[in-house]
T-cell receptor, first 116, second 108 residues
Framework: GAVVSQHPSWVICKSGTSVKIECRSL??????MFWYRQFPKQSLMLMAT?????????EQGVEKDKFLINHASLTLSTLTVTSAHPEDSSFYIC????????????FGPGTRLTVL | QKEVEQDPGPLSVPEGAIVSLNCTYS??????FMWYRQYSRKGPELLMY????GNKEDGRFTAQVDKSSKYISLFIRDSQPSDSATYLC????????FGQGTTLQVKP
Protein backbone atom coordinates (compact mmCIF):
# COMPACT_ATOMS: atom_id res chain seq x y z
CA GLY A 1 0.00 0.00 0.00
CA ALA A 2 0.84 3.73 0.10
CA VAL A 3 1.89 4.04 -3.52
CA VAL A 4 2.45 7.43 -5.11
CA SER A 5 2.82 7.80 -8.84
CA GLN A 6 4.07 10.65 -10.98
CA HIS A 7 3.54 11.39 -14.63
CA PRO A 8 5.49 11.88 -16.75
CA SER A 9 8.66 10.25 -15.49
CA TRP A 10 10.73 12.47 -17.73
CA VAL A 11 10.04 15.38 -20.01
CA ILE A 12 12.05 17.55 -22.37
CA CYS A 13 10.66 20.89 -23.39
CA LYS A 14 11.71 24.06 -25.11
CA SER A 15 12.50 27.21 -23.21
CA GLY A 16 9.41 29.36 -22.70
CA THR A 17 6.91 26.54 -22.71
CA SER A 18 4.93 25.23 -19.72
CA VAL A 19 5.07 21.72 -18.34
CA LYS A 20 2.55 19.98 -16.09
CA ILE A 21 3.54 17.18 -13.73
CA GLU A 22 0.93 15.01 -12.05
CA CYS A 23 1.20 13.34 -8.67
CA ARG A 24 -1.31 10.71 -7.63
CA SER A 25 -1.81 8.70 -4.47
CA LEU A 26 -2.99 5.36 -5.83
CA UNK A 27 -4.36 3.52 -2.82
CA UNK A 28 -4.99 6.14 -0.18
CA UNK A 29 -6.37 9.61 0.21
CA UNK A 30 -3.88 12.37 0.76
CA UNK A 31 -5.13 15.59 2.24
CA UNK A 32 -1.62 17.00 1.98
CA MET A 33 0.92 16.65 -0.78
CA PHE A 34 4.38 18.11 -1.05
CA TRP A 35 6.53 19.09 -3.99
CA TYR A 36 10.30 18.85 -3.82
CA ARG A 37 13.12 19.73 -6.15
CA GLN A 38 16.41 17.88 -6.24
CA PHE A 39 19.58 18.87 -8.06
CA PRO A 40 22.23 16.24 -8.87
CA LYS A 41 23.97 14.92 -5.77
CA GLN A 42 21.99 17.25 -3.55
CA SER A 43 19.22 16.69 -1.10
CA LEU A 44 15.55 17.33 -1.58
CA MET A 45 14.42 20.90 -1.16
CA LEU A 46 10.79 21.48 -0.30
CA MET A 47 9.13 23.81 -2.76
CA ALA A 48 5.56 23.89 -1.54
CA THR A 49 2.89 22.14 0.47
CA UNK A 50 -0.54 21.67 -1.03
CA UNK A 51 -3.75 20.85 0.75
CA UNK A 52 -6.79 19.57 -1.07
CA UNK A 53 -9.14 22.37 -1.93
CA UNK A 54 -6.94 25.23 -0.77
CA UNK A 55 -4.04 27.28 -2.04
CA UNK A 56 -0.56 25.88 -1.80
CA UNK A 57 1.93 27.19 0.72
CA UNK A 58 5.26 28.00 -0.89
CA GLU A 59 8.65 27.92 0.75
CA GLN A 60 10.70 31.07 0.88
CA GLY A 61 12.37 31.81 -2.43
CA VAL A 62 10.01 29.71 -4.55
CA GLU A 63 8.08 31.74 -7.13
CA LYS A 64 4.43 30.82 -6.83
CA ASP A 65 3.60 32.34 -10.21
CA LYS A 66 6.21 30.20 -11.87
CA PHE A 67 5.45 26.93 -10.09
CA LEU A 68 1.68 26.59 -10.09
CA ILE A 69 0.29 23.92 -7.80
CA ASN A 70 -3.25 22.61 -7.89
CA HIS A 71 -4.49 20.00 -5.42
CA ALA A 72 -7.73 19.20 -7.17
CA SER A 73 -8.74 16.08 -5.25
CA LEU A 74 -7.68 13.85 -2.40
CA THR A 75 -5.62 11.76 -4.80
CA LEU A 76 -4.24 14.26 -7.31
CA SER A 77 -1.91 17.25 -7.18
CA THR A 78 -0.31 18.93 -10.17
CA LEU A 79 2.75 21.11 -10.54
CA THR A 80 2.95 23.33 -13.60
CA VAL A 81 6.27 24.91 -14.43
CA THR A 82 5.35 28.00 -16.43
CA SER A 83 7.61 29.63 -18.99
CA ALA A 84 10.30 27.11 -18.28
CA HIS A 85 13.97 28.04 -18.59
CA PRO A 86 17.09 25.86 -18.60
CA GLU A 87 17.72 26.67 -14.93
CA ASP A 88 14.41 24.97 -14.12
CA SER A 89 15.87 21.68 -15.29
CA SER A 90 15.82 19.41 -12.25
CA PHE A 91 14.31 16.32 -10.67
CA TYR A 92 10.88 17.09 -9.25
CA ILE A 93 9.48 14.74 -6.63
CA CYS A 94 6.11 14.78 -4.95
CA UNK A 95 5.09 13.11 -1.75
CA UNK A 96 1.76 12.45 -0.11
CA UNK A 97 0.98 12.44 3.55
CA UNK A 98 -1.09 9.63 4.93
CA UNK A 99 -2.70 10.02 8.28
CA UNK A 100 -2.80 6.25 8.71
CA UNK A 101 -0.45 5.07 11.44
CA UNK A 102 2.41 7.49 11.79
CA UNK A 103 1.66 10.41 9.45
CA UNK A 104 4.30 9.19 7.07
CA UNK A 105 5.13 10.83 3.78
CA UNK A 106 5.37 8.53 0.79
CA PHE A 107 7.29 9.71 -2.22
CA GLY A 108 6.63 9.41 -5.90
CA PRO A 109 9.29 8.17 -8.32
CA GLY A 110 10.13 11.67 -9.51
CA THR A 111 9.97 13.52 -12.81
CA ARG A 112 13.10 14.60 -14.60
CA LEU A 113 12.59 17.88 -16.41
CA THR A 114 15.05 19.07 -19.02
CA VAL A 115 14.51 22.50 -20.54
CA LEU A 116 16.40 23.14 -23.75
CA GLN B 1 24.43 25.89 11.02
CA LYS B 2 22.26 23.55 8.97
CA GLU B 3 19.42 21.87 10.80
CA VAL B 4 20.52 18.44 9.63
CA GLU B 5 24.03 17.58 8.52
CA GLN B 6 25.13 14.44 6.77
CA ASP B 7 28.42 13.44 5.22
CA PRO B 8 27.74 13.02 1.49
CA GLY B 9 30.41 10.34 1.10
CA PRO B 10 30.72 8.44 -1.15
CA LEU B 11 31.13 5.42 1.05
CA SER B 12 32.40 2.20 -0.52
CA VAL B 13 32.37 -1.11 1.33
CA PRO B 14 32.78 -4.78 0.40
CA GLU B 15 29.76 -7.06 0.35
CA GLY B 16 28.95 -8.39 3.81
CA ALA B 17 30.38 -5.40 5.66
CA ILE B 18 28.54 -3.55 8.40
CA VAL B 19 27.70 -0.04 7.25
CA SER B 20 27.26 2.91 9.58
CA LEU B 21 25.55 6.03 8.27
CA ASN B 22 25.24 9.09 10.46
CA CYS B 23 23.62 12.48 10.78
CA THR B 24 23.75 15.27 13.30
CA TYR B 25 21.01 17.75 13.99
CA SER B 26 20.87 21.11 15.64
CA UNK B 27 17.58 21.34 17.53
CA UNK B 28 17.22 19.21 20.63
CA UNK B 29 13.43 19.52 20.38
CA UNK B 30 13.28 17.31 17.28
CA UNK B 31 11.42 14.09 18.00
CA UNK B 32 10.70 12.31 14.71
CA PHE B 33 13.57 10.82 12.75
CA MET B 34 13.51 9.00 9.45
CA TRP B 35 15.86 7.26 7.10
CA TYR B 36 15.09 7.13 3.40
CA ARG B 37 16.83 5.18 0.65
CA GLN B 38 16.98 6.65 -2.82
CA TYR B 39 18.12 4.76 -5.86
CA SER B 40 19.46 6.74 -8.79
CA ARG B 41 16.73 8.66 -10.62
CA LYS B 42 14.04 7.39 -8.25
CA GLY B 43 12.08 8.90 -5.42
CA PRO B 44 13.06 8.26 -1.79
CA GLU B 45 11.72 5.17 -0.07
CA LEU B 46 11.06 5.18 3.66
CA LEU B 47 13.31 2.68 5.45
CA MET B 48 12.99 3.42 9.12
CA TYR B 49 11.02 5.73 11.35
CA UNK B 50 11.84 6.38 15.00
CA UNK B 51 10.30 8.58 17.61
CA UNK B 52 12.43 10.13 20.35
CA UNK B 53 15.51 8.18 21.37
CA GLY B 54 16.59 4.56 21.32
CA ASN B 55 17.00 1.83 18.75
CA LYS B 56 14.70 0.32 16.19
CA GLU B 57 15.50 -2.79 14.22
CA ASP B 58 14.03 -4.07 10.96
CA GLY B 59 15.80 -7.02 9.39
CA ARG B 60 19.33 -6.00 8.49
CA PHE B 61 18.67 -2.36 9.33
CA THR B 62 18.95 -0.68 12.73
CA ALA B 63 18.15 2.96 13.38
CA GLN B 64 19.57 4.60 16.47
CA VAL B 65 18.86 8.00 17.98
CA ASP B 66 21.07 9.58 20.61
CA LYS B 67 19.28 12.71 21.70
CA SER B 68 21.96 13.71 24.18
CA SER B 69 24.44 14.00 21.32
CA LYS B 70 21.87 15.00 18.70
CA TYR B 71 23.13 12.16 16.58
CA ILE B 72 21.20 9.65 14.49
CA SER B 73 22.59 6.53 12.88
CA LEU B 74 21.56 3.82 10.47
CA PHE B 75 23.38 0.51 10.57
CA ILE B 76 23.18 -2.02 7.76
CA ARG B 77 24.35 -5.53 8.55
CA ASP B 78 25.55 -8.00 5.95
CA SER B 79 25.46 -5.31 3.28
CA GLN B 80 24.52 -6.37 -0.23
CA PRO B 81 25.22 -4.82 -3.64
CA SER B 82 21.49 -4.07 -3.83
CA ASP B 83 21.97 -1.74 -0.85
CA SER B 84 23.98 0.59 -3.10
CA ALA B 85 21.99 3.82 -3.06
CA THR B 86 21.87 7.22 -1.46
CA TYR B 87 20.65 7.23 2.13
CA LEU B 88 18.93 10.34 3.41
CA CYS B 89 18.27 11.10 7.03
CA UNK B 90 15.32 13.34 7.73
CA UNK B 91 13.66 15.02 10.64
CA UNK B 92 9.98 15.80 10.72
CA UNK B 93 9.25 19.18 12.21
CA UNK B 94 6.00 20.00 10.53
CA UNK B 95 7.74 19.50 7.22
CA UNK B 96 10.54 17.06 6.48
CA UNK B 97 14.05 18.43 6.77
CA PHE B 98 16.54 16.30 4.89
CA GLY B 99 20.24 15.79 5.23
CA GLN B 100 22.36 15.95 2.11
CA GLY B 101 22.37 12.17 1.72
CA THR B 102 25.23 9.68 1.81
CA THR B 103 26.00 7.71 -1.32
CA LEU B 104 26.79 4.09 -0.51
CA GLN B 105 28.38 1.58 -2.83
CA VAL B 106 28.56 -2.06 -1.82
CA LYS B 107 31.04 -3.92 -3.98
CA PRO B 108 30.52 -7.65 -4.72
Amino acid sequence: GAVVSQHPSWVICKSGTSVKIECRSLDFQATTMFWYRQFPKQSLMLMATSNEGSKATYEQGVEKDKFLINHASLTLSTLTVTSAHPEDSSFYICSALTAVGTDTQYFGPGTRLTVL
Amino acid sequence: QKEVEQDPGPLSVPEGAIVSLNCTYSNSAFQYFMWYRQYSRKGPELLMYTYSSGNKEDGRFTAQVDKSSKYISLFIRDSQPSDSATYLCAIREGKLIFGQGTTLQVKP
